[in-house]
């Protein structure tokens, strides 16, 4: 009753989309699913959809005339002034569709800065995000000018708004410019502070956003790290000193990844990433109850390709085993098994034998399989450790 009323009290929005010939219709409706968390994240309710069926979107309006004007009737019948769209909008899109729809636009790549912006708690994080926001904001200063363009260049008009958007730049481009100078000064610090931290075999806890990872890190490092049921719980790394037995070391908790997260938030979380990319071990946490954890899988990889961490040691934990649901397929059903269809056995017994790295499924709430993940990360801490100090004794 609590939820529904939170519902109500929630900004209304409407979700937008269109299925090009490179998407199915079922990936775009999971994409769709993701948006209206993120939009929940942010704190708006979305109440409908729209899909378009394009070969490609629209160049200049994302989505065609027929659809705009579907979706401004039922914007005008329900009252509803906020639409997301799920791909990033050009200036250009971004501009036309307001004029279209006189309401506020927002694509995904602003969603989600606008989420960051929210949990950002540190100096350090909020200077990330807000240099992400700025670059965001820079090609799409004359959408904040188009009152001016219903004057058509009356005498003394055109020349003030060019220079006014000139000026803005002029701006935003020192803010830019002081910010980065303001990072590269805590990147030192913190660089220095991980020098500090000695040799100790580092793990980094790296996946999906909403998979679990700081669940995990409160129950291995007996620390309270933020956790919620949201996506972006955590923006801030976190390092706690984890001893196994006798073996010490230490584990970071990371901003969770997602599909088309914003190249200005890679850009600016680059350095918040470090702890990644100088970690001896990845700990890739995957929501195994998520019907799509092998394309979410497929991203977290290529994100850390890109940040230049793919050729870390890999540990695959697949958590939320607690929330998996196995529908059984009849035995008359000779259709082709679906992911439902698939027993939590059937799965651990596949993906045990086609990866390469070793893999473990748990539940970091129930706290189950935690045992075994504990002594496996023993080992691995173990090897490197002793490969590391041939001379120390602690194994013996």
Not at 295 to 321: C, M, Q, W
Not at 339 to 351: A, G, M, P, V
Request: hydrophobic share 40%; charged share 30%; proline share 2%.
């Amino acid at each position: 009753m609590k939820q529904i009323k939170e519902l109500q009290e929630m900004e209304k929005a409407v979700v937008v989309a269109t299925i090009t010939k490179d998407q199915t219709e079922a990936q775009v409706n999971e994409y769709l699913d993701e948006l209206e968390f993120l939009a929940l994240t942010a704190g708006a309710n979305c109440v409908e959809r729209f899909t378009q069926k394009m070969e490609r979107s629209n160049s200049k309006t994302y989505i065609g005339s027929g659809k705009i004007e579907e979706i401004k009737q039922y914007l005008e019948e329900h009252e509803i002034k906020l639409v997301l769209f799920d791909d990033e909008l050009s200036p250009s899109q971004l501009r036309n569709l307001e004029r279209e729809l006189e309401v506020r636009i927002l694509d995904r790549t602003n969603l989600i800065l606008d989420i960051f912006a929210q949990r950002a708690k540190t100096a350090y994080a909020k200077t990330q995000v807000e240099l992400a926001q700025y670059q965001y904001l820079l090609p799409r200063l004359t959408r904040m000018w188009t009152h001016l363009e219903r004057q058509r260049g009356g005498i003394g008009m055109r020349g003030p708004g060019e220079s006014q958007i000139e000026t803005d730049r002029r701006i935003i481009l020192d803010k830019i410019s002081r910010l980065k100078e303001q990072l590269k000064k805590i990147d030192r610090q913190m660089a220095s502070q991980r020098g500090n931290r000695g040799s100790l075999v580092r793990i980094a806890l790296v996946g999906y956003t909403n998979a679990g990872k700081s669940t995990l890190m409160n129950l291995l490092a007996k620390s309270e790290v933020f956790a919620e049921n949201k996506l972006f719980a955590t923006l801030d790394t976190t390092v706690r000193k984890v001893v196994i037995e006798n073996v010490p070391f230490l584990l970071s908790d990371t901003v969770g990844f997602i599909r088309k997260l914003p190249t200005q938030l890679v850009e600016s979380f680059k350095s918040t990433l470090d702890e990644v990319r100088e970690a001896d071990i990845l700990m890739h946490v995957v929501d195994v109850s998520h019907p799509n954890c092998e394309d979410h899988i497929r991203v977290v990889k290529e994100t850390l390709s890109e940040i230049g961490a793919a050729d870390k040691p890999v540990y695959l934990v697949f958590n939320k085993i607690d929330a998996y649901q196995y529908v059984e397929q009849s035995e008359f059903d000779f259709e082709e098994k679906k992911r439902e269809n698939i027993s939590l056995e059937e799965l651990k017994r596949s993906w045990i034998a086609k990866e390469n790295t070793p893999c473990i499924f748990i539940s970091a709430r129930e706290k189950v399989g935690i045992d075994k993940m504990r002594n496996d990360l023993y080992k691995m801490v173990a090897e490197i450790h002793a490969g590391r100090y041939p001379f120390d004794n602690f194994l013996w």
